[in-house]
């Protein structure tokens, strides 16, 4: 929906914002304990990390000729805190799929990824063990989700978070559309939908 709008890019899931943020943590972990402090500051790192993440979504931006970037990986949502306290300017969108789609859907994924020779001792990513490991980690994620973005959390309080329900955007895929251009302060366009 969201890559059919002109002023709009909406890439495939990275992953790298995850890894950014784990970087991120990592630095100032080093530099709190000493080891970057006499190559940097607090706050040089901080700018550094904001520079990179601001310079990876502007170059995508300038390449699909829009003026915002939506990066839809699922994983983010774990660093929604430390984006939002580096990136003031950033929105986030938690977006809730019903449990037993998601575990479905993981589990497929894990069986592909066994089909293809993997062996799933090597996927990082637990939920693709078991449904009833998928199912945990969804809940586990809706729970953090709401708290970092629903209705009472800090973010929502500030503006900068919008949490709806997959099922509503199936069901009512224009109001939804036009809620969410409304949320991140875009006209709607009909090819959206």
């Given at each position: 929906?969201f890559?059919?709008h002109?002023?709009i890019?909406?890439g495939?899931?990275?992953?790298i914002?995850?890894e950014?943020a784990?970087?991120?943590?990592?630095?100032l972990s080093?530099y709190?304990?000493?080891i970057?402090s006499?190559?940097?500051?607090?706050?040089e790192i901080r700018n550094t990390i904001?520079?990179?993440?601001?310079t990876?979504y502007?170059?995508y931006?300038?390449?699909?000729g829009?003026r915002?970037?939506?990066?839809?990986?699922?994983?983010?949502i774990?660093?929604f805190?430390i984006?939002?306290?580096l990136?003031?300017?950033?929105k986030?969108?938690?977006?809730?799929r019903?449990?037993r789609d998601?575990a479905?859907?993981?589990?497929?994924?894990?069986e592909?990824?066994k089909?293809?020779?993997?062996?799933?001792e090597?996927?990082?990513d637990?939920t693709?063990?078991?449904?009833?490991h998928?199912?945990?980690?969804w809940?586990?994620?809706?729970?953090?989700?709401w708290?970092?973005c629903?209705?009472?959390?800090?973010l929502?309080?500030?503006?900068r978070s919008?949490?709806?329900?997959?099922?509503n955007?199936v069901?009512s895929?224009?109001?939804?559309?036009?809620?969410?251009c409304s949320?991140i302060?875009i006209?709607f366009?009909a090819?959206?939908?």
């Amino acid at each position: 929906i969201f890559d059919s709008h002109p002023d709009i890019a909406c890439g495939p899931a990275t992953g790298i914002i995850d890894e950014i943020a784990y970087l991120y943590l990592s630095m100032l972990s080093s530099y709190r304990s000493g080891i970057l402090s006499s190559y940097c500051s607090e706050e040089e790192i901080r700018n550094t990390i904001a520079s990179t993440v601001r310079t990876i979504y502007r170059a995508y931006a300038t390449k699909k000729g829009a003026r915002i970037v939506v990066d839809r990986s699922p994983n983010n949502i774990w660093s929604f805190p430390i984006i939002a306290d580096l990136i003031p300017e950033a929105k986030f969108i938690h977006l809730i799929r019903d449990g037993r789609d998601v575990a479905c859907s993981q589990r497929d994924v894990g069986e592909r990824l066994k089909a293809s020779g993997q062996p799933i001792e090597n996927i990082a990513d637990a939920t693709f063990r078991s449904v009833f490991h998928c199912a945990a980690v969804w809940a586990e994620t809706v729970r953090f989700g709401w708290e970092q973005c629903g209705p009472t959390s800090p973010l929502a309080a500030q503006g900068r978070s919008f949490t709806t329900f997959y099922e509503n955007i199936v069901l009512s895929p224009e109001s939804q559309a036009r809620n969410l251009c409304s949320f991140i302060d875009i006209t709607f366009d009909a090819k959206m939908l």
